[in-house]
């Protein structure tokens, strides 16, 4: 292959949870290639694994946790939703952003009449995947239907154990790809169709059992039958298979888009080093499905930054704890007494940012011995590995600030000592919470602050620690003064416990920190250790990317900010890329500057940080003009993102304002109602909201986000 590349349209590959990541995937091939599809795929996920002995005495354990798995066909006849690993019988699809979602491009006729042979499979690597149940589906029928069904599973023209639920519904092609590219792209003109049907697999239940060992690992695939065997659809006979042979001609490029959807609160990427290893990854793929399993692919790795966890009102109040006396030991197996420390560990608050500064004005440290000893200031990292049965527990400490050097019998005060939040990621809950074999959490971490008093050489320690949320942004200024001067209280939770008192998903507001949506929120991406070799498995040895082996490294990010920010206050961020300026207040000027910009979530990010009162007093109005300049439909949802940030915790979103922006979203309808329906202040006028979505089981997801009154 001449050329296999991946393309994105931000070339910094930085993206917010929430956003849309959108590229194109370009292939030439030097001689013609047969094979069986052309695929892209975008999965993020934790990974983990550690072991226990070595040689032949060696057990490795390795978890994982899928947070999303979107996949589109490129070329060929062959349409699949991700991979649910260990579902066993019972495959849950919705349960992961996006990942029963099947996209396959249509023309115009086939609104009228589609018919798809449906089949639900079970995964084996390296043999020939295992039918668990098929169906002949009249997509057409069901689409137009606007209900969710059930429909039961056979094989062999016989019945068989279980059934597969499925929706439907037809999308103009350009809703969901963009025929043209921010770098000029022009896409191959045979790739582009009139319409797109969306096929989603809620749910296949009841399902054989494929192995003699293990569980199921279930994905479903979806392929229009060959013409030549339409003679072969009879009732009660066996469903004629997919067609998996196909043809990249010579010197002829192929260039394809792709658009992906990251869920609201995106876990953040991290590469954490825990065990073997232990990383939350987003990467993209383009790969050729040869019959053998050596698929040629290119393959890049993007950067999310998380808008969760923020804090609750008890994390932005005083705090202390405080140890001793405690004996301190010449040596750490407790032998030969040096002295005795007593400490007081004392912060204005239990929530900061990466790169704030911590004020630990009340603390103190006594020691009463003759040895030279001194306190260090560290935040300590604590982290969980888990299978679904085993579990292990890591520690880091990182610097916080210079060490104090202890004066025997004398109280040393740290108020004096500047000290700051060092670049680590965010506190991690484990992004689900559910603990089932197919979707358990496999990695999360949490900190604790901790003044350490002595630990050089041989010697003991003593270790005062206070829990800490690292926060994806920092408080705003205005909340922290409601309780400046609060006298301090001593902490009753452990630092797993302080995930209770975080906002942790999209769909709960705050008045205490923002939620961070773009670069226009503020703060600096820095990079953390050196760039990392992205290799996992055996299959990334047939990377024939563009860039060589050098863009399988990545680059670890993570965000800073230098302090809190106050509410009404624009955020300390330049762009100087933009061809317009959104300075004034007016409504008609952040339209024109929509008009002039490609990226509009940052045109209205940029315009709602820098006037926060009037992006709360939008009205109904206001809010379809604004959505009505996003010309591509799947970043609508990003912009609507933006707005509920600029209505956060201000009670001012009505069910009104939620009618006009589905009307100015004619295919975003459910994506847009459902984030907005948690903020309504007017739950009781939902019907309004209702009416207005086409599929039954539409409105009964979106009606079940409205909060009770």
């Not at 229009?224 to 997919?242: C, H, M, Q, T, W």
């Not at 108020?415 to 670049?423: G, H, S, V």
């Not at 829990?467 to 209280?489: C, D, F, M, R, T």
Request: aromatic share 10%.
């Amino acid at each position: 292959m001449t050329t296999f590349a991946i393309e994105l349209e931000r070339q910094n590959g930085i993206y917010y949870a929430g956003e849309v990541v959108r590229g194109t995937v370009k292939l030439r091939c030097r001689s013609a290639v047969k094979c069986r599809s052309v695929s892209v795929q975008f999965k993020g996920a934790a990974k983990i694994r550690w072991h226990t002995g070595s040689g032949d005495n060696r057990t490795d354990y390795d978890g994982a946790t899928l947070f999303e798995d979107q996949r589109y066909t490129i070329r060929g006849n062959f349409y699949k939703t991700g991979l649910l690993d260990n579902a066993g019988e019972n495959a849950y699809f919705d349960k992961i952003h996006h990942l029963g979602v099947i996209q396959i491009p249509c023309s115009a006729q086939e609104t009228k009449r589609f018919q798809l042979i449906v089949r639900v499979m079970d995964y084996d690597w390296g043999r020939k995947d295992d039918l668990l149940g098929e169906i002949l589906l009249d997509a057409s029928s069901l689409a137009n239907s606007g209900e969710k069904q059930s429909f039961p599973l056979t094989r062999k023209g016989r019945s068989e154990k279980g059934e597969v639920t499925i929706s439907a519904k037809y999308m103009p092609y350009g809703a969901l790809f963009p025929t043209a590219s921010q770098s000029g792209a022009k896409i191959s003109e045979d790739i582009q169709q009139d319409c797109c049907l969306i096929l989603h697999i809620h749910q296949a239940t009841g399902l054989r059992k494929a192995d003699w060992i293990g569980k199921n690992d279930v994905y479903v695939q979806a392929y229009r039958p060959e013409d030549s065997k339409a003679g072969e659809i009879i009732p009660g006979k066996k469903l004629p298979g997919p067609h998996k042979k196909m043809t990249l001609p010579a010197n002829t490029e192929i260039i394809a888009p792709f658009c992906f959807s990251l869920r609201r609160d995106a876990p953040p990427s991290a590469e954490v080093g825990v065990g073997d290893f232990s990383f939350i990854r987003y990467k993209i793929r383009a790969y050729v499905d040869i019959a053998n399993w050596r698929d040629p692919f290119a393959k890049t790795t993007i950067t999310v930054i998380p808008n969760r966890p923020i804090p609750k009102a008890l994390l932005i109040q005083p705090y202390f704890e405080q140890v001793g006396p405690e004996p301190l030991y010449s040596s750490c197996c407790k032998i030969g007494k040096s002295g005795v420390v007593s400490a007081r560990l004392e912060s204005d608050r239990m929530a900061y940012a990466a790169g704030e500064a911590v004020d630990l004005r009340g603390s103190t440290v006594l020691y009463e011995g003759s040895k030279e000893v001194y306190a260090a200031v560290v935040l300590v990292g604590h982290y969980k590995l888990h299978t679904y049965y085993h579990s292990i527990t890591g520690r880091r400490e990182f610097s916080m600030g210079p060490r104090v050097r202890l004066i025997p019998f004398q109280e040393v005060s740290l108020k004096n000592t500047a000290f700051r939040i060092p670049a680590v990621y965010p506190s991690f809950y484990g992004g689900v919470t559910e603990h089932e074999r197919m979707h358990y959490a496999c990695l999360k971490w949490t900190y604790t602050i901790s003044i350490v008093v002595g630990g050089e050489g041989c010697m003991s320690c003593v270790d005062t620690a206070l829990p800490v949320l690292i926060s994806s942004s920092p408080p705003y200024e205005s909340a922290l003064a409601e309780y400046k001067g609060v006298a301090p209280k001593k902490v009753s939770f452990g630092p797993w416990d302080i995930f209770e008192h975080a906002v942790l998903g999209p769909d709960e507001g705050s008045s205490i920190a923002p939620t961070i949506t773009g670069p226009e929120d503020g703060g600096t991406t820095v990079n953390i250790g050196n760039p990392i070799n992205t290799w996992e498995s055996t299959e990334d040895n047939y990377f024939v990317g563009s860039g060589g082996q050098e863009s399988m490294s990545y680059q670890p990010i993570v965000t800073t900010f230098d302090g809190p920010q106050d509410s009404h206050q624009a955020a300390a961020f330049t762009d100087t890329t933009s061809a317009s300026s959104t300075a004034s207040a007016d409504i008609g000027t952040l339209l024109q500057t929509m008009d002039a910009e490609f990226d509009k979530r940052l045109a209205v990010g940029q315009w709602i940080r820098q006037h926060p009162d009037e992006a709360q007093s939008l009205s109904p109005e206001d809010v379809r003009l604004i959505l009505g300049k996003v010309t591509f439909s799947l970043d609508q949802p990003s912009v609507v993102g933006e707005l509920l940030a600029g209505f956060e915790a201000s009670n001012k979103l009505t069910c009104r304002h939620i009618t006009e922006t589905m009307a100015a979203c004619q295919y975003q309808k459910t994506e847009v109602a459902s984030m907005m329906a948690p903020y309504a202040n007017d739950p009781e006028n939902k019907d309004l909201v209702l009416q207005q979505l086409d599929y039954s089981f539409d409105k009964s997801s979106v009606s079940a986000r409205f909060a009770a009154k």
